[in-house]
């Protein structure tokens, strides 16, 4: 026969066990010694152990081109300033490995939280890999922060938005838009209407080119070839060659601002 108080002996048991089992998951772990630095969110303890920190992702050091590859070894010298031979502790969340058998923690060095630091700082962005969650949202503010900042990675790729200058540097003015690589004249008809006005010397510093249709300002607009002079008695055709290479047809006087093709 079961006693009276068999169920409730049972479910202090269960709770009991919850409790421990909370306790495992996510108390912090004893202190441990970074004696390498892989990268920006990745190290190796002393017991041997390679920890990959979670809910963060830093570029790696073996990442193609000259940019990300100083970009990830900043990343690594920050991480190296905050942890490289001190003492971290460990703190785990509900998967303790990944695919590539590294542990997965948050590491607190002192009263700073890495993680979290890395992120602040602009030398990792966020990751998040479900079901590692905990502290995902901090992530996402310390990132917006970052970013809004221009700090570490954030340097390169949020630049600063484009700003008109033609009034300032007082030389001529010239267009561009948000998404083009080519600069052009006022009333260009490859000008968008998200025209941005810019000094032509600062569009030439920063990569864009002269539009092929417009020229982009006087200083670079290409002279047409003319196969004659303007004729009375050509019927008011344009007399200049075309890109292709044949006359052009239009009914415009040669060299005409009526002429898109060769502006006046």
Not at 43 to 72: F, H, K
Not at 186 to 201: E, H, T, V
Request: glycine share 8%.
């Amino acid at each position: 026969m079961m006693r009276p108080d068999s169920s409730p002996r049972i479910s202090r048991t269960c709770r009991g066990l919850i409790l421990a089992l909370s306790f495992l998951v996510s108390s912090p772990a004893a202190a441990e010694k970074v004696v390498r630095v892989i990268d920006g969110d990745t190290v190796e303890l002393s017991s041997g152990v390679t920890i990959r920190y979670i809910g963060v992702d830093s570029p790696e050091t073996t990442v193609q081109g000259e940019v990300e590859r100083l970009l990830a070894r900043q990343a690594l010298a920050y991480n190296a300033l905050l942890v490289q031979d001190k003492e971290v502790r460990l703190e785990y969340d509900l998967e303790r490995t990944d695919r590539y058998g590294r542990t997965l923690a948050y590491l607190y060095v002192g009263s700073v939280f890495v993680n979290e630091e890395m992120v602040r700082m602009g030398w990792a962005k966020v990751m998040t890999i479900a079901p590692n969650v905990r502290y995902a949202e901090t992530f996402k503010v310390d990132e917006a922060e970052a970013m809004r900042a221009h700090a570490g990675l954030w340097a390169v790729s949020q630049p600063e938005p484009l700003k008109a200058t033609a009034k300032a540097t007082g030389t001529e003015k010239v267009y561009v838009t948000a998404s083009g690589t080519k600069y052009h004249r006022d009333g260009c008809r490859y000008l968008s209407k998200s025209a941005i006005p810019i000094a032509r010397d600062d569009a030439v510093s920063q990569g864009y080119q002269p539009c092929s249709v417009c020229g982009g300002g006087t200083a670079t607009k290409a002279t047409p070839t003319y196969v004659s002079p303007p004729s009375t008695t050509s019927g008011g055709h344009c007399q200049a060659i075309t890109k292709k290479g044949t006359q052009c047809k239009r009914n415009a006087a040669a060299g005409s601002k009526y002429c898109w093709q060769h502006g006046g």
